[in-house]
């Protein structure tokens, strides 16, 4: 077979990732790419990236390959993959998924650009080279779209985190929130969206809640693919919801993107990994890849914001987030609060996962009232 990447006509994917489609698939469709969307991960995509990658590799890079291949399967030709420094395996991904697929006999472009490097003009012009298009016009108002995209998902999933272990009659949120990715999903123009939302948050208005509960708040933090993939994390946010716990996730969609993209000249807040650096200080001095700095810079942040707990989850064999389980411990003796963590691949059993989640809980509805009586 001959692997010349030169297609006339490209026709593109991409990873799944939670709702990172949306942005994307928006940036895609004003650069007028002919997009194939996947579908959300699934058993078989993990089957399929399990079956053909090597054992120890981690979880996000077994989805990702299942994903290339569904893709490739369906008549996709061009795939899009970042990259990013340090221990962090990411950025070994795309040589090897390329390998791999190439030696199962498919024939592809495969366009990877340095998400991390904070290079706005790097970003276009890869995806550019995607499209085929080189309009600046188009990449920025693809872009424009997609910022929008990525606020307005965040916006309506804070709000259901909030209302998830308040409502009465459980389930209603949750349709309400899906009910606004849609059309978050299907809105043309930042106006759209706005008004999407501003409808989304009027439903969730009407959601009947127990504003007495007592609720338990925690931070949920760790690798971001696993936790920001709902069947990679087994619905963790829904599950916890669910045993009465209000999430904090600390990495958010927009967070995630705006620290890579958005020039730190002309940010006006600190951003999530700046804050994780500087509360991480006492127990990791520098980043070492992944999200290992913002894990313990997270764990000691909610400490400082007397939260109940920290839910530390990521890949199992993952070589940052083996480094942040390792120091978390120590967080907690010192600063006083519970962590657990939760490492996850291709075997990690739903009960099991449900069982030791159920046992944390209770362990911090046990040491909230001992801090009570004191």
Not at 167 to 178: L, N, S, T, V
Request: glycine letters at 6%.
């Amino acid at each position: 077979m001959n692997f010349n990447n030169k297609f006339d006509k490209k026709i593109i994917s991409f990873p799944q990732m939670g709702n990172l489609y949306i942005p994307v698939c928006a940036l895609l469709k004003a650069m007028g790419a002919d997009n194939v969307l996947l579908p959300a991960n699934n058993k078989q995509t993990l089957t399929l990236g399990t079956r053909h990658s090597i054992e120890t590799m981690c979880l996000p890079y077994k989805m990702n390959l299942g994903n290339y291949i569904q893709a490739l399967e369906m008549g996709v030709n061009t795939l899009i993959m970042f990259q990013a420094p340090g221990t962090c395996r990411l950025g070994n991904y795309a040589k090897l998924a390329e390998a791999k697929l190439r030696e199962l006999g498919y024939d592809f472009e495969m366009i990877v650009f340095d998400l991390y490097g904070g290079k706005f003009k790097e970003v276009i012009n890869k995806f550019s080279l995607a499209t085929g298009n080189k309009s600046m016009i188009s990449a920025l108002k693809g872009i424009r779209a997609g910022l929008a995209k990525f606020n307005a998902l965040d916006k309506i999933e804070r709000e259901l985190l909030y209302l998830r272990p308040r409502e009465i009659k459980p389930g209603k949120a949750e349709k309400i929130y899906k009910q606004g990715v849609a059309m978050i999903h299907k809105s043309e123009s930042p106006r759209q969206i706005k008004e999407v939302v501003d409808e989304i948050m009027s439903r969730y208005s009407k959601v009947n809640i127990d504003k007495s509960k007592e609720i338990l708040k925690i931070f949920l933090t760790g690798e971001f693919f696993v936790l920001l993939d709902p069947f990679t994390n087994m619905n963790i946010e829904k599950e916890l919801g669910l045993l009465g716990v209000e999430v904090h996730r600390q990495i958010m969609l927009a967070d995630w993107i705006g620290q890579s993209l958005i020039p730190k000249i002309i940010r006006k807040i600190e951003t999530h990994k700046e804050r994780a650096i500087r509360t991480a200080q006492p127990y990791l001095k520098r980043i070492v890849g992944g999200e290992c700095i913002e894990s313990v810079g997270d764990a000691v942040y909610a400490a400082e914001q007397e939260v109940d707990g920290v839910v530390h989850i990521g890949p199992f064999n993952c070589i940052p987030e083996i480094l942040s389980q390792c120091i978390l411990p120590h967080i907690s003796r010192k600063e006083n609060i519970p962590v657990i963590s939760l490492l996850m691949d291709e075997h990690t059993g739903k009960a099991g996962f449900m069982t030791r989640l159920e046992a944390f809980v209770d362990l911090m509805k046990r040491n909230k009232k001992v801090m009570q009586i004191a």
